[in-house]
């Protein structure tokens, strides 16, 4: 008498003994029931992140094109005088792979005035126009509104724990300054994008496309390479004061927002994701917007800028997570960029057709201390 069981085994065997003889016998059964056909077509099911469409035609041309269209935008670096090197470095990147073709403008920021040697050693690396700035003080150096005690011994405590810049003033200045300043600069009031360049930093691959006629066209507000995870003892109160703001600001959160991005718990925390902010690509007006001006006074006003270590990069990310729409931030995935230790290195037919010289095999994008994975769950 056969058992349930061996019935079961049986039936199993008659099924995949017809699979093999059919998989030997007709080629089109073999391909259609392979493991990558059916990876490729539960695959083709599946939601696509906006990154995951190509750069339409009318992006891709070249500056040679007699109608070539150019967004209202300009390349934005914030230097001193003695990173003359390393701007001179990532500037030349910039040319060689994207702008010798667009010829998009240069903006140059500083506290104090540019070297005649910084303004030509620059000028000479472009056709484009460069334009050099200098920083108002107030925009700047540690408000007086600031307990030079407290904020002291915030800083001695994280030397104590070897916090990165944690003794640093100037860098908490330039975190202010780039949270809540650089757009309101003289020299950028008659742009609409920019693209942020360090001192420093690698550009892996040739851009024959304008990413900011993607960001004009498509409605993008920001563009991004990189994502990772913030160290939690720099910002100890950032989140707690956002959620004081969203609580005495209803209705400034956009309808689909980004939120997913920045907490696991529907924002009762921060994960600590945020967009490195080092290399962005974004939209000037939204940082003049309404919803981000009270953001950025409203943290401001708390001082956690310099009695914390709060960074431009998770204040910038929080801020466009949540007053624009989830897609109308970008990953531009076919931008090969480092900033050490991290690195964006295209994959596929990207790697190929910028003709990237970084190593595939060398990329952050799902890293475990990358935050990519949570952008693609917004999708």
């Known amino acids: 008498m056969m058992t349930p069981w061996r019935f079961v085994f049986l039936v199993l065997g008659i099924i995949i003994s017809l699979h093999y003889i059919l998989s030997v016998s007709h080629q089109g059964y073999r391909k259609t029931t392979s493991l990558r056909s059916i990876a490729e077509k539960i695959g083709s099911n599946l939601p ?3 990154y995951d469409q190509s750069i339409s035609d009318e992006c891709i041309q070249h500056a040679t094109s007699d109608n070539k269209r150019k967004a209202n935008a300009t390349f934005v670096v914030l230097a001193r005088n003695g990173d003359l090197t390393g701007v001179i470095s990532s500037m030349k990147q910039m040319e060689d792979r ?3 073709e667009f010829n998009y403008p240069w903006v140059f920021l500083n506290e104090v005035p540019f ?24 925009h700047w150096y540690q408000p007086d509104s600031i307990d030079e005690e407290r904020a002291k011994a915030g ?13 640093s003033v100037p860098y908490r200045n330039m975190c202010r300054f780039n949270s809540g300043f650089f757009f309101r600069h003289e020299l950028l009031q008659n742009y609409k994008y920019y693209w942020r360049v360090e001192p420093h930093v690698t550009f892996f ?11 004009q066209d498509e409605g993008k507000i920001y563009g991004f390479t990189i994502s990772l995870f913030e160290f939690i003892e720099t910002i100890p109160t950032l989140w707690n004061t956002v959620k004081e703001f969203l609580y005495a600001n209803p209705g400034l959160v956009s ?21 490195w902010s080092n290399f962005e690509i974004g939209d000037l007006d939204f940082w003049r917007s309404e919803p981000y001006s009270k953001f950025f006074d409203f943290l401001d006003e708390k001082g956690g800028f310099y009695y914390e270590r709060w960074g431009d990069a998770p204040v910038h990310s929080i801020g466009v997570a949540l007053f624009a729409w989830k897609d109308q931030i970008h990953f531009f995935e ?7 230790p991290y690195q964006h290195c295209p994959q596929g037919d990207s790697h190929k057709r910028g003709k990237c010289w970084c190593s595939p095999s060398e990329n952050f994008d799902y ?4 935050c990519l994975k949570k952008y693609d769950e917004l999708f």
């Open 367 to 370: 890293d475990g201390y990358s």
């Open 48 to 50: 696509k992140t906006p």
């Open 155 to 167: 800083r001695d405590n994280m030397v104590k724990h070897n916090i990165i810049y944690g003794g």
């Open 98 to 100: 994207f702008n010798k």
């Open 115 to 138: 070297s005649e040697e910084f303004k030509r050693r620059t000028t000479e690396l472009t056709d484009s126009p460069t334009s050099y700035g200098l920083i108002p003080e107030q």
């Open 205 to 215: 691959c040739d851009i024959h496309y304008d990413p900011f006629l993607v960001m």
């Open 334 to 340: 076919d931008i090969g960029y480092r900033h050490g």
């Open 255 to 275: 309808a689909d927002n980004a939120m997913q991005f920045l907490s696991d718990d529907g924002g009762w925390t921060y994960n600590r994701c945020h967009f």
